[in-house]
């Protein structure tokens, strides 16, 4: 199997060993004791070095030959050292450093303390653990000073400090703008002192297949700087493991392993081409490693100058459907060597719902033809996915589409947007939403609480309904998210729901719900006597108000819950609260003498 996965060094991972968690010997021989390199047993086995008369002459000869020339070649060389552009890196050992050294000055070490939050109890946080990564210095437009690294890198920070290479001393680093989708982050240093005496790294163009490369960072199984050389192997559009987005991306096959993430990717004239971000991990792949392009890194760093922030990369919003099948063109009216692709769903909360409709023939995209795989030319003798078009452009661009609808020809200007998404694939970091009534908890459906509640298997061991909105779901207006009770903690207002736990609610009173606000706004103005939750496969919960109310406040108290909601939520109610204040004490003994079994009566023998 085989598994995308960002290539940061956390603290939680152990270090490499074999299976079993022993370094152990080959099968069938004992453990030998590690010995010099060079140094082998004499024959004999007397435990001395032999060598013979003639080939101690022949070594001899050879190294007075190798010295010789190493002078003859020191002596023609220039005294600064040039890379030729038809030259490849490791020709010469003494040019390759040489080389690089100018530049990995601006290359540092990432030492960042994350705390993430518990999505399982959404009011904790988890044991906070550390992790180290590679970034590097670069300029802004107006003469700025930032460094970039990768957003997985950084994911819910507390600290955050970096090194500059051959120093001793760490400064203090804070976050700048955060692109999870992208997975770059840029950071500042507001020590002056940080800055002194480095160069900025300059941006290069996209490299080309074949390119050598060479990723420098800080990978594990060092502390110093290390480098590894590669070529470019494919140029895609790629899945970015963080964001879970498809953007633009470089494979390459020089090793990228954990702490090489947010390294600078160099090419020959010592330009950064990218920033080394993940690998292909899986028992039939090696050294298969993939790096974000400098056309990427530019559209997260002019949208961080034009808005002060990340705002992301657009989309349309559609589902589209490959058109290989002749007689699946002819149904739609197609001309012979007509060529587009069908498009199948549109998202309504996006901006080119209003121009788009199923069952659209989606021809070509700002002028460029696109081929009936959803491909469109790229570069001389390639082809990419049509969704390359649309990330180079910002939210709230317009563009034009060509599409084929009902056999009819028409032309489209649409805004681009970012369309909602039923369950995102991240929080951006943000902590996760929660409801407390009584014993119920209510949160927000997200992807880290799959993986949260069902672990790292969570796509096979997720329940159906939940997998279904996931992958096929799409919200019906902006905002809507699927509501989740993701568990009931014991107490005796929700006596008889105890074994309930991840099931989607539908409607509370016979309201549909929109999102876990919703939710609450609903609960906090209910005054009727009962609280009914429709929930998925026509369940309901009923639970009596003024027990639920005084519950709350008890289970509170009990599991050390700060408050009823999270703070998102709580901003949502406006000046509304749950429980109602001061309701909850005075129902706790209404509730309590309620919830009292009557006496038993006494019975005769």
């Known amino acids: 199997m085989q598994a995308l996965v960002p290539s940061s060094s956390s603290g939680r991972a152990a270090a490499p060993r074999v299976a079993g968690g022993a370094l152990r010997s080959p099968a069938g021989a004992a453990a030998r004791p590690p010995r010099l390199a060079g140094a082998r047993p004499a024959a004999g086995g007397k435990g001395k070095l032999k060598q013979s008369k003639a080939a101690a002459a022949a070594a001899a000869k050879h190294a007075a030959a190798k010295q010789a020339a190493a002078a003859k070649q020191a002596a023609a060389a220039p005294a600064a050292v040039h890379l030729l552009e038809d030259e490849e890196f490791g020709d010469d050992d003494d040019d390759e450093d040489n080389f690089l050294a100018p530049y990995m000055d601006a290359v540092v070490k990432v030492h960042c303390v994350h705390t993430e939050p518990n999505y399982s109890l959404p009011w904790q946080r988890k044991r906070q653990f550390t992790s180290t990564s ?11 000073r930032w460094l970039l690294t990768n957003a997985h890198s950084v994911d819910y920070h507390t600290q955050i400090k970096v090194k500059r290479r051959g120093d001793d001393q760490k400064f203090l680093a804070r976050v700048l703008a955060l692109g999870v989708d992208c997975d770059i982050a840029l950071l500042t240093v507001d020590d002056a002192a940080f800055w002194e005496g480095v160069a900025p790294l300059e941006f290069g163009p996209l490299p080309r297949l074949q390119d050598t490369v060479a990723v420098v960072g800080y990978p594990i199984g060092g502390d110093t700087i290390s480098v590894t050389v590669g070529v470019v192997s494919r140029i895609e559009v790629t899945e970015y493991s963080h964001g879970a987005m498809d953007l633009l991306g470089v494979q390459i096959d020089a090793a990228i392993n954990g702490g ?10 010592g330009q950064c081409v990218g920033i080394a971000f993940q690998g292909l991990s899986g028992s039939d792949v090696e050294n298969v490693g993939y790096v974000i392009p400098t056309s990427v890194v530019s559209h997260f760093l002019k949208d961080y100058m034009t808005h002060g922030a990340f705002t992301g990369f657009p989309a349309l919003g559609i589902q589209w459907q490959r058109m290989e099948s002749a007689p699946l063109r002819a149904a739609y009216g197609m001309a012979p060597g007509q060529k587009g692709v069908l498009i199948r769903r549109v998202n309504p909360t ?3 719902a209003a121009a788009l409709a199923a069952d659209d023939v989606l021809l070509s995209f700002d002028g460029q033809a696109i081929a009936c795989d959803g491909t469109v030319p790229f570069r001389t003798g390639e082809r990419i996915s049509f969704s390359y078009l649309i990330s180079n452009k910002f939210v709230g661009d317009s563009a034009r589409l060509e599409v ?13 947007s970012r369309p909602g998404v039923l369950v995102p694939p991240h929080l951006s970091n943000r902590d996760p939403s929660y409801l407390v009534v009584s014993g119920l908890v209510f949160t927000s459906l997200c992807e880290p609480y799959l993986e949260s509640e069902f672990g790292a298997e969570w796509m096979s061991d997720a329940p159906v309904k939940l997998l ?5 779901g799409l919200p019906d207006s902006a905002g809507q998210e699927v509501v989740l009770l993701g568990q009931v903690l014991a107490h005796d207002a929700t006596l008889g729901y105890e074994d309930w736990s991840n ?11 929109l999102n876990l606000a919703h939710l609450a706004q609903l609960v906090a103005a209910c005054g009727d006597e009962h609280m009914r939750f429709d929930c998925e496969y026509s369940e309901t919960i009923i639970l009596d108000r003024r027990q639920a109310v005084a519950g709350t406040a008890d289970v509170l108290r009990q599991h050390s819950i700060p408050g009823a909601m999270s703070p998102d939520v709580q901003a949502a109610l406006g000046g509304a609260a749950w429980p109602p204040a001061g309701e909850a004490e005075a129902a706790q003994p209404a509730a309590a003498a309620a919830a009292e079994p009557a006496a038993a009566a006494p019975v005769g023998r």
């Open 134 to 144: 590679t970034g590097f210095i670069v300029a802004g437009a107006r003469g700025e």
């Open 260 to 269: 090489n993430s947010g390294g600078p990717v160099f090419n020959k004239r």
């Open 404 to 416: 084929l609808r009902a056999g009819e020809l028409r032309a489209l200007d649409v805004t681009l």
């Open 350 to 352: 996006s901006a080119a």
């Open 503 to 513: 099931v989607q609610v539908i409607a509370f009173n016979g309201t549909p719900l």
């Open 468 to 472: 279904e909105r996931l992958y096929h």
